[in-house]
T-cell receptor, first 113, second 114 residues
């Protein structure tokens, strides 16, 4: 049972570099989202999507892009990494009309030097 | 905007004892869902318990139970017979019935001491 799969689990970038965090789910969930977790800040929503072709901004969207071309995939792109983007990133998915429970990936630790 | 407040950044409890983690929230909605998630050192986010606002009965899952006070907008988590494996970050979370995104509190770090 794969559930929500995030790659890579660890990544080190230099300031100004770009990268994509991949997220895939095999549960046919309509809803997918990206959170970042920082010490003392909890989990803050970056972007979310309620279906293929539909995305929306969360609480902290600046510096990040997303797209949702399929139900299964929801990649998060950092176009020009900054040290402030050093964080642990979580992808999560759920059914839109279900119990509301989010299923999380294992997280990706990103360090920007 | 909905907000979730966890006022206890850190707590500790002796093994086998009971501990209560606090959570308050702010919303003008009448129908919503509340959650407690656990994050052990492995980093994996695990759903502990879920409460639907229209249900008056407090949710229970084995050693975990909640005290849901809708009028006070309070949603505390009680862990009975604490075990070493309960050591983790605990996040309270909220979402409305309209499938809006889940909003998290800042978390409470719980340490269970042998």
């Amino acid at each position: 049972n794969a559930g929500v799969t995030q790659t890579p689990k660890f990544q080190v970038l230099k300031t100004g570099q770009s990268m994509t965090l991949q997220c895939a789910q095999d549960m046919n969930h309509e809803y997918m989202s990206w959170y970042r977790q920082d010490p003392g800040m909890g989990l803050r929503l970056i972007h979310y999507s309620v279906g293929a072709g539909i995305t929306d901004q969360g609480e902290v969207p600046n510096g990040y892009n997303v797209s949702r071309s399929t139900t299964e995939d929801f990649p998060l792109r950092l176009l020009s990494a900054a040290p402030s983007q050093t964080s642990v990133y979580f992808c999560a998915s759920s059914r839109l009309r279900g119990r509301g429970e989010l299923f999380f990936g294992e997280g990706s630790r990103l360090t920007v030097l | 905007a909905q907000t979730v407040t966890q006022s206890q950044p850190e707590m500790s409890v002796q093994e086998a004892e009971t501990v209560t983690l606090s959570c308050t929230y702010d919303t003008s909605e009448s129908n919503y869902y509340l959650f407690w998630y656990k994050q052990p050192p492995s980093r994996q986010m695990i759903l502990v318990i879920r409460q639907e606002a229209y249900k008056q009965q407090n949710a229970t899952e084995n050693r975990f139970s909640v005290n849901f006070q809708k009028a006070a907008k309070s949603f505390s988590l009680k862990i009975s017979d604490s075990q070493l494996g309960d050591t983790a970050m605990y996040f309270c979370a909220f979402m409305t019935s309209g499938n809006t995104p889940l909003v998290f509190g800042k978390g409470t770090r719980l340490s269970v001491i042998a």
